[in-house]
């Protein structure tokens, strides 16, 4: 940098500490480009990225009365944004082993109650959601997973095409799947809290 970049510099840093916005708008334009490049290096984010160039120049204006002792803008502003940007970066790693941390109680508690869970009548679920079921649904249902006859016996039994079996079974077994997700997880929901 020139001895005149220098000054400009000095005499830019003495405006902002002074609370000269303009002046603080130019500092933030002249080193953004530059500041955001470090920092991405570092977070691989530019989200976190953007987020970080933004709290560290908030820093430096909250705190800008200090810059009128600052010798070396440039190495100051890597050192702070090097040290928010490993901040963040370690908050964000407390986070996430708290989120784990959660995730497996929860999954050791869901665990623990779908062993108790085995003491409720599976069947009883399936049984329930059948006698839900439109009553030639129901009828295919049956033949099918109760009786065991295959889907062509089916159609020749009810006297209907192939096609209309498939159907309704199709039908059937999605709402059977979905009453019992529901019951699970209402009974889940009801043991956690």
């Known amino acids: 940098m020139s001895n005149s970049s220098i000054d400009n510099e000095k005499l ?83 986070e996430n082993n708290r989120k784990k941390e959660w995730v497996n109680s929860v999954l050791r508690n869901a665990s623990n109650d779908v062993e108790e869970m085995d003491t409720i009548d599976r069947g009883s679920l399936i049984d329930e959601a059948v006698t839900l079921l439109p009553p030639q649904q129901k009828k295919v249902y049956t033949l099918s997973r109760r009786d065991g006859l295959k889907q062509q016996e089916i159609a020749r039994e009810l006297n209907i095409s192939l096609e209309t079996v498939k159907k309704h079974m199709v039908l059937a077994l999605r709402f059977l799947k979905y009453h019992i997700r529901t019951n699970i997880s209402l009974f889940l929901l009801f043991m956690f809290f």
């Open 12 to 94: 830019l840093l003495l405006k902002v500490a002074n609370g000269d916005e303009s002046a603080f708008a130019q500092l933030f334009k002249n080193h953004y480009n530059q500041l955001g490049s470090f920092i991405m290096r570092i977070t691989e984010s530019e989200l976190l990225t953007q987020e970080i160039v933004q709290d560290v120049f908030l820093k430096i204006w909250v705190n800008r009365t200090a810059l009128t002792e600052i010798d070396c803008f440039k190495a100051y502003l890597l050192v702070v944004s090097r040290n928010h940007t490993l901040n963040c970066l370690k908050q964000i790693a407390r």
